[in-house]
């Protein structure tokens, strides 16, 4: 896109749970850098339809605008992303900009992704150290081991991985890959391993990584590239594993 | 008797404070105006400092006091810098017991890294998401806690204004549900805020666009001494962009990068050339100047625009993929250009507020009953923060915060319950009164216009130099935004009436930032002035105490604690 060049945003707005949505249409001037957040931010300043009617400001959350706190999460042509990291150059126009589905919508944009950490608590994803007085330095981690565990640990909680997930809808209790990647990162801490039996048993329950129908859209959406098709199989294996040894056990 | 604490801000600072409170048996509610998990400290990148001496380089606490100090140019009091430093390795222990995922060496330990301001491998670090992976180790903690009934969040609730009684002691919060728009009250024993820096006051920083510093102005409206407003550090290297200025570490020049612009067809790495002692990595004010010098005295920014080259390109590629990718991975998505081929182009950037709550030795704000912690207090920096220091400060100051909350609430005599509701419905009927008039407003002026033009104003004069003139133009221009704040009307009553308040709070803390830093007649740290050159410690070597006045901030200046270390002057040039 040139400097200057006009452009539309088609955006899908709804006043709050229950109401009727509605798409407004908005004529914005396109700047080099400029990403969705910039966009929203013009109409922001100037609350203003395409033809000219005025109209309230569009809602929406963000806050670091560099990709790592995961609050601006968006469909923006289709495509589940962050709208920070979302660069109006190289997109189609009109951009199309909707709330994200799957989880339950506040008003236009703004969505509560507060089941994600209620799915962390099931799972418990924690390293249960027992008191934060001083016990010395942590357990030795091999390069190989950090190398491993680091990618996953960089997840920013977006939800994009869940809007993607064929399996994450109103009539599944899936978690998503958002949380069983969560599950592999704590196993591969030495610490965290110690408690591996019990967050395995969530991970088997209902809602856990049976449910998971290896679409791999997830891996395809992750605005992290963090490998959610490896991590899922790597805590499937060993959920599978620890369910045989306990079946042996008993 | 179980007390309630409240803790407002889910960063490092607020999130140890909870496991802090939680651990000693105590109730939080712990406020957040986004989930826990997206606070602003996980924007941190390059590391955490902790003298921890396992590169055999003699490095210990007292040298990591003795650069924290000597790189604040002597304005902290010392004790409390000591303990810090104290505690930090103890800090890198704890969290890398809560499953940080920190950098290994060879042979299974910690690996550190160099940062600006000091000669030593000092720095612990995740690649360059050391921040997040903090926020998420403390965040886990913290649902533990959760789970078991300790501690109970209040995410995408803002903070609106404290509840004192009328002998003056804080009793509570009123906070205002950012999806329902509900004001609600909320008794506390005791209060930590731990709301972070305030960047947004300059419309374009490294900071998140929550970092509006709306609550520490809430509460100086409301009695609370605010320390040091003059000293906001700016970063020498952040690319600058339309919404933000985004950070690009300094971990970029502890593991080598250079700075250079060129001159006469070369490379003129003017860093080096200038601090040989420190090259690269001279701290953050001096740096800044430097950059400020080279692009607006000597005419020499890149292809004649306002940015210096930061160049990585030259380091090995396993180092720059295993301890570099987050910064290169931010560069490459906004720019399109690959820093493992291309010099990044980068700029000073407002970056970190040292100023703050005024806080006494044990956390205690001058108002009883309220304690701060993390950014939004003053108490380790002086008037120019090291490098990789907030993060060390920030859980620290949880640590200390909780424990001293905890302690006075249980001492209390009258507590929280105890108090009328009158006292917390008058202040509910009060906030709920502030946000009719702003819906009712019906003038001229756009929010997001005033906002643009005090963002403008503040970083044109009140950053890395500064001149008296201008700082008197500034206060001028912010008394007349705030004229004209009266006459805006509000497009909608959720989002820009919230933000209408942060704006209001923002523009009468701007004006203790820019009146502490005009009646400040001297050179210290981050807070520079060409008129006055050269540190003045027989007039100033004192810490700045604002406190709101309709008419405009009053100062008091108190002495500043110098029992351990004797001031000397700063020379980064020389051994």
Known sequence: ????????????????????????????????????????????????????????????????????????????????????????????????????????????????????????????????????????????????????AYPLSRCITCGDCLEACPQVNSRSPFMGAAVLNQATLMDSHPTGRMNRAERLAAVRAKGGIGDCGNAQNCARVCPKDIPLVDSIARLNREAIIDGLLKWLEK | MKSNIIIIGGGLAGLMSAIKVAEAGQHVKLFAIHPTRRSHSVCAQGGINAAKNLKGEDDSVLKHFDDTVYSGDFLANQPPVLKMCEAAPGIIDLTDRMGVMYNRTPEGLLDFRRFGGTKYHRTAFAGTTTGQQLVYALDEQVRRFEAAGLVEKFENWEFMSPVIDDAGTCRGIVAINLYTMEIKAFPADAVIAATGGIGAIFGKSTNSIVNTGSAVSAFYQAGAAYANPEMVQVHPTAMPGEDKTRLISESARGEGGRVWVPR????????????????????????????????????????????????????????????????????????????????????????????????????????????????????????????????????????????????????????????????????????????????????????????????????????????????????????????????????????????????????????????????????????????????????????????????????????????????????????
């Open chain 2, 264 to 575: 006469d067809g070369k490379p003129w790495y003017f860093l080096e050339e200038w601090y040989p002692a420190y090259g690269n990595l001279v701290p953050r004010d001096v740096a800044s100047r430097a950059i400020f010098k080279v692009v607006y005295e000597l005419g020499l920014g890149v292809e004649g625009r306002p940015v210096v080259y930061l160049d990585i390109s030259h380091l090995p590629k396993e180092d720059l993929e295993t301890r570099l990718f987050g910064i290169m991975e931010i560069y490459q998505t906004y720019t399109g250009q690959d820093p493992r081929k291309v010099p990044m182009q980068v700029f000073p950037g407002v970056h970190y507020n040292m100023g703050g709550f005024w806080v006494d030795y044990d956390m205690a704000t001058n108002i009883p009953g309220l304690f701060a912690a993390g950014e939004a207090e003053y108490q380790h920096h002086g008037a120019n923060r090291l490098g990789a220091n907030s993060l060390v400060s920030c859980i620290y100051d949880g640590m200390a915060a909780g424990p001293a909350a905890a302690d006075y609430a249980s001492g209390l005599k009258t507590r929280s319950e105890d108090m009328p509701t009158s006292l917390f419905e008058a202040e509910v009927k009060r906030q709920a009164a502030i946000n009719a008039g702003l819906t009712a407003k019906d003038g001229n002026e756009n929010l997001r216009a005033l906002y643009h033009e005090m963002g403008e104003v503040m970083r044109e004069n009140v950053t890395v130099v500064r001149y008296n003139e201008k700082l008197k133009g500034t206060d001028a221009k912010l008394r007349e935004l705030l004229e004209r704040f009266d006459n805006i009307s509000l497009p909608d009553g959720g989002q820009s009436l919230v933000f209408a308040r942060e704006l209001k709070n923002m523009l009468i803390l701007a004006r203790a930032i820019t009146l502490a830093a005009l009646t400040r007649n001297e050179s210290r740290g981050a807070h520079y002035k060409p008129e006055y050159p050269k540190r003045d410690d027989a007039n100033w070597l004192k810490t700045t105490k604002a406190f709101y006045a309709p008419d405009g901030p009053r100062f008091e200046y108190e002495p500043v604690d110098i029992s351990l270390i004797e001031p000397r002057e700063r020379h980064y040039e020389l051994e």
């Open chain 1, 1 to 148: 896109m040139n400097k200057s060049e006009k452009f539309t945003a088609r955006i899908k707005r709804q006043e709050g749970p229950g109401r009727e949505p509605y798409w407004e249409e908005f004529e914005l001037t396109f700047r080099p850098g400029m990403n969705v957040i910039i966009a929203l931010m013009d109409i922001q300043k100037n609350p203003a339809t395409r033809d000219n009617k005025k109209t309230t400001p569009v809602s929406w959350e963000c806050s670091c605008l560099e990709e790592v706190c995961g609050a601006c999460a968006m469909i923006i042509n289709g495509v589940p992303r962050q709208a920070c990291s979302t660069l109006i150059d190289g997109l189609e126009t009109p951009v199309v900009i909707e709330p994200l589905t799957k989880f339950p919508l506040v008003k236009d944009l703004v969505v509560d992704r507060r089941s994600i950490f209620e799915n962390f608590k099931k799972i418990r994803a924690w390293i249960p150290i027992d008191l934060t007085y001083g016990a010395g330095p942590g357990p030795r981690v091999s390069r190989e081991a950090q190398m491993k």
